[in-house]
């Protein structure tokens, strides 16, 4: 009986998402950016480039990309980068390999330890939430990404520097995640079935596995993709810039990273040439 209730109500969610117009769209940007990212040797073999290579003949003595919106040509789809003239659409495609790497993993970890201690903090209280509150309170106020860079410059060069940016994002990123996840569950605490499972001696186990966490579900999904939207900028090897997507495009805080978005072709081109020039002028000795 259960296993033949359980079939037509998946089947009826599955129609629910397909006749979603928006879900279906966003699935098919996740799907093509997945397979961007595993058929990146092959999509930057059709162009004849990769991410390594340093092409200075496409760059003026200042070192700004030659040629419209950076460089864009046969050669070189995407144009140039500024300084070392690699070229952008291979940084992209190979670049979505460690993007998609580090924000899966680290969202992973983040979401993992901040659903574990938000949820027994708020559900089990005492001593054990007051000391969960004060960690919080000292991670939010942590220099993180002072710590990715002190870090990225004394690591061992064999290490993967992926692995480094997911352990400090992932280890220092849920913080955010377990204040909101324990502020769900105190009022889920207090719900009607929760108060009638305890009262009927069902266990802690079974009340959070049963009760809880599939209330905090939706919580905590809509929380995870927040997460995901972060970037990291690294150049040379380390890492000199994270956060926030709009945080790091909008007012990027390294010399690197300002240099990277004057570049960035734009189909304005009074406003192109603006940045063109300011490009020059923060590369002038």
């Known amino acids: 009986m259960t296993a033949v209730a359980v079939l037509p109500e998946r089947r009826a969610r599955w129609r629910r998402i397909t006749t979603d117009r928006w879900a279906v769209a966003g699935g098919v940007t996740v799907a093509a950016l997945l397979l961007i990212a595993l058929a990146a040797p092959l999509l930057a073999g059709l162009s004849g480039q990769d991410p390594y290579t340093y092409h200075l003949d496409a760059l003026d ?24 003239g690699r070229d952008l659409f291979a940084i992209t495609v190979y670049g979505a390999r460690t993007s998609i790497l580090v924000g899966l993993a680290a969202t992973m970890v983040s979401v993992f330890l901040g659903a574990l201690v938000g949820v027994t903090a708020g559900f089990f209280g005492g001593w054990y939430d007051r000391i969960v509150g004060r960690a919080i309170d000292v991670l939010f106020g942590f220099p993180t990404l002072i710590l990715m ?11 993967p520097k992926q692995l480094l940016v997911v352990g400090v994002i992932g280890l220092f990123g849920w913080p955010g ?47 995870a ?33 300002r240099r990277l978005l004057a570049a960035a072709p734009v189909a304005d081109p009074v406003r192109q040439r603006s940045r063109r020039a300011a490009l020059a002028a923060s590369l002038a000795p």
């Open 177 to 223: 995640i377990a204040r909101v996840v324990r502020g769900q569950t105190l009022a889920l605490k207090q719900r009607t079935f929760v108060v009638a499972s305890v009262s009927l001696g069902a266990g802690s186990g079974h009340v959070l596995r049963r009760q809880v966490l599939p209330n905090l579900a939706a919580t905590i999904i809509v929380y």
């Open 225 to 257: 993709t927040m997460l995901a939207d972060r970037v990291a900028v690294m150049h040379r090897g380390r890492i000199v810039e994270t956060g926030p997507t709009s945080v790091v495009l909008r007012t990027p805080s390294d010399p690197y990273t």
């Open 149 to 159: 860079i002190a870090l990225g410059a004394i690591a061992p060069v064999r290490f």
């Open 61 to 84: 003595d200042s070192g700004v990309p030659v040629g419209f919106g950076g460089g864009i040509g046969s050669a070189h789809w995407f144009g140039v980068e500024p300084l070392t």
